[in-house]
């Protein structure tokens, strides 16, 4: 990992939030309390569906496994980030760097296609309930479910192992929260010309694709909503649909602006406000979205507390 040869940086110094020092308490308090809600409403899911047997078909499972990636996310990023908002001067290693960076890239690129996954098995439940338990089998259920894990890391691989065969000659200054390809790339002393080329390609097909398949689905389940009789029904699955596109386009909103031009001339302060949307209020706001909006899932969950009270009384 470590190229004497190629390059002088042997560890980075990321600067956070440094041009606002009065301000860096507030944030941090804040960045934590979103960081311990994140990892119990994440937990709490992963728990809930584990437990309950009436809760594992496809729907539920996907559910789980989006939890998994949120918790496992925000893992890579949080520490870290809380780390640089309470020391003036925190540096990272080169393997370091590295390191965190193939973790967000792969949970962020598995997060991009299982909430493709998600969004065709609610197509296929809504708009072909008779053919649905032939077009979401266990088979096909774990093929998606394997897809997004090997896409995610198919993505991780290649993209960081490339970033980091750049040379690196100083500074050694990553204006950033965390070790994210755009700041990282800035600090590059070689021609970057083709990975921007290859991050342009990948970010439309890993990001923007899944994204429109996602709205075409949405847009199919928005028909057969409208032609249900039931006024109360149509109003409750409207309210779902539209919290759940909310969600999908501040996530890839945020990470396809992030990654499409990774040298683009956005102010530090803009990408580092574009980041946080997808890495810190996308793991946040899901668990709610996709699980308190649900009877079954709300079920689960006082299921599970009241097992809990009982396991502590006893």
Not at 87 to 93: G, L, P
Not at 157 to 173: D, L
Not at 232 to 252: D, E, N, P
Request: contains cysteine; neutral net charge.
């Amino acid at each position: 990992m470590r190229r004497q040869n190629q390059s002088s940086v042997i560890e980075f110094i990321l600067l956070g939030f440094s041009n606002f020092p009065e301000l860096q308490e507030q944030i941090f308090g804040v960045f934590l309390v979103i960081y311990l809600v994140t990892l119990m409403g994440n937990a709490l899911i992963i728990a809930a569906i584990l437990l309950d047997q009436t809760l594992h078909f496809p729907m539920y499972l996907f559910l789980q496994n989006l939890s998994v990636v949120e918790v496992s996310f925000s893992a890579a990023i949080m520490p870290e980030m809380l780390v640089v908002l309470t020391t003036e001067r925190t540096t990272i290693s080169f393997v370091g760097c590295f390191a965190q960076m193939y973790f967000i890239l792969l949970f962020g690129g598995t997060e991009c296609f299982l909430l493709g996954a998600m969004a065709y098995d609610r197509f296929a439940a809504i708009c072909h309930p008779l053919t649905y338990p032939m077009m979401m089998s266990k088979s096909v259920f774990v093929k998606l479910v394997m897809l997004s894990w090997v896409s995610g890391i198919m993505v991780a691989t290649v993209q960081t192992t490339w970033v980091f065969s750049f040379p690196f000659c100083g500074p050694n200054e990553v204006n950033h929260l965390f070790c994210e390809t755009p700041p990282v790339l800035e600090l590059v002393c070689a021609d970057t010309f083709l990975f921007e080329i290859y991050a342009f390609t990948g970010t439309i097909l890993i990001v923007l694709v899944p994204f429109l398949l996602i709205l075409l689905s949405y847009l199919r389940i928005l028909f057969a909503i409208l032609k249900m009789p039931s006024t109360t029904g149509r109003q409750k699955a409207f309210s779902t649909c539209a919290s759940h596109v909310t969600s999908v386009t501040l996530f890839y909103g945020t990470a396809s602006m992030t990654y499409l031009q990774p040298k683009s001339s956005y102010s530090p302060a803009t990408k580092k406000l574009m980041s946080l949307a997808y890495t810190l209020l996308t793991p946040l706001l899901n668990p709610l979205i996709y699980s308190l909006r649900n009877n079954e899932m709300k079920r689960a969950l006082v299921k599970l507390w009241q097992r809990a009270v009982v396991l502590h009384t006893v």
